[in-house]
């Protein structure tokens, strides 16, 4: 079986075929992936019906894995954390976002597997921070890269939603506790591709540090709306035991809010990543 690689539009995305990922991959599968995902930052696998145990293998090949420190998991296999929406209030993931930029190393990338839809609705959709920072202007381009900015937890875990039971307060408590805000490279450079990325997202991200807050306030609004624009995103129509794997490293993600109160389950294991630059 030799794998083919579909691009599904000009900014980001790819369909891969020709491989199944819940066995094990070999060295060439496992580097095609890999560049793949570098040049194409979201790839799509159709009909893998994947377990716990097998999607955290298959993420494994790419680093090690995070274990969440709100979302519930598969008890048997942690690093498998589920979206339920019967479980889960996951409103919070309809906005745009790039995952845990509240952590010092934000996650590389993350395997995200539908395993229960509702007949209509639910799609999410990735922009890519590279198809973003290029289209910028050179002058912005210019300013942008060398500042930083704020990211803080809190902004998408509001004490609201995820603190409703003693249990989910004290847990919410000690995350809040053990992830202070922090800041991030407004323009992050690829560890491996080289390639910059916008890398502020409405999700997390509160402040440009070096600027006045008025500034901060209109440069980041118009930040959000730049990088999320049609032409740099593509919008994922989910099949059950489809896949995604993204690059968190240069994309944000949303996942369209549109099918409550009809349930939807997905399984996801997120990789681990490195401080960004
Ligand atoms: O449910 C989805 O489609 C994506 C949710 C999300 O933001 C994530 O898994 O990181
Ligand atoms: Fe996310």
Do not use: C
């Not at 906005?95 to 509702?118: N, R």
């Not at 910028?136 to 809190?154: E, V, Y």
């Not at 440009?208 to 980041?220: C, F, K, R, V």
């Amino acid at each position: 079986m030799s794998l083919t690689i579909t691009p599904l539009s000009a900014a980001l995305g790819a369909q891969i075929d020709g491989i199944a990922l819940g066995e094990p991959l070999n060295i060439e599968q496992r580097d095609a992936i890999e560049q793949a995902l570098l040049k194409h930052q979201v790839l799509f696998f159709r009909n893998q019906p994947l377990n716990p145990q097998q999607q955290a293998a298959f993420a494994a090949n790419f680093g090690d894995l995070h274990i969440h420190p709100i979302y519930p998991n598969v008890p048997e296999q942690p690093q498998v954390l589920v979206l339920d929406t019967a479980v889960t209030d996951v409103r919070d993931n309809a906005i745009w976002h790039t995952d845990v930029t509240f952590l010092p190393t934000p996650a590389l990338g993350a395997v995200l597997a539908a395993k229960q839809l509702p007949a209509f609705g639910g799609d999410t959709l990735w922009a890519s921070g590279i198809a973003a920072f290029e289209a910028l202007s050179a002058p912005l381009q210019q300013l942008l890269d060398g500042l930083t900015a704020t990211h803080n937890f809190i902004k998408s875990f509001p004490v609201e939603r995820f603190g409703s039971t003693p249990e989910d307060l004290a847990r919410w408590e000690e995350t809040r506790r053990s992830n202070p805000p922090l800041s991030h490279p407004v323009i992050r450079t690829h560890p491996v591709s080289g390639r910059k990325a916008l890398f502020v997202n409405e999700g997390f991200t509160t402040r440009i540090n070096e600027l006045e807050e008025a500034e901060s306030e209109a440069i980041l609004k118009l930040l959000f709306a730049h990088a999320t624009r049609p032409e740099f995103t593509i919008r994922w129509r989910w099949q059950e035991n489809d896949v995604a794997f993204w690059d968190n490293r240069v994309t944000q993600h949303y996942a369209v809010d549109d099918y409550r109160p009809n349930r939807r389950v997905m399984h996801r294991a997120t990789i681990l990543g490195d401080a960004p630059f």
